[in-house]
Nanobody, 121 residues
Framework: QVQLVESGGGLVQAGGSLRLSCAAS????????MGWYRQALGKQRELVAV???????NYADSVKDRFTISRDSARHSVYLQMNSLKPEDTAVYYC???????????????WGQGTRVTVSS
């Protein structure tokens, strides 16, 4: 079994910052890409940022220059530094990772339970 556990969400005023963390645990041989998605009320889940095991990253246009994704491969962790937050960033943020659990298996896609971010105006 593999678990992804997020932390760091909360309530912040517009213009403020938050840092989300996600740690993977369990039987892990290798983690390929790790990323953050978000889902606002009444909307579909969308990609926020993704980072490969080679640390190449990609961002949604709406968060470029405000959010930074990073990872600590030794700790099986990914982070999202969110600056200059806007009310439209309000959503549940989900961690996602492609994880290989044994040398005999391929990669499987895994989700965390989500952490809520609320940005007040």
């Amino acid at each position: 079994q593999v678990q992804l556990v997020e932390s760091g969400g909360g309530l912040v005023q517009a213009g403020g910052s938050l840092r989300l963390s996600c740690a993977a645990s369990g039987s892990i041989v290798r983690i390929n890409s790790m990323g953050w998605y978000r889902q606002a009320l009444g909307k579909q889940r969308e990609l926020v940022a993704v980072i490969t095991d080679g640390s190449a990253s990609n961002y949604a246009d709406s968060v470029k220059d405000r959010f930074t994704i990073s990872r600590d491969s030794a700790r099986h962790s990914v982070y999202l530094q969110m600056n200059s937050l806007k009310p439209e960033d309000t959503a549940v943020y989900y961690c996602n990772a492609d994880i290989r659990r044994s040398v005999l298996s391929g990669f499987s896609n895994n989700w965390g339970q989500g952490t809520r971010v609320t940005v007040s105006s």
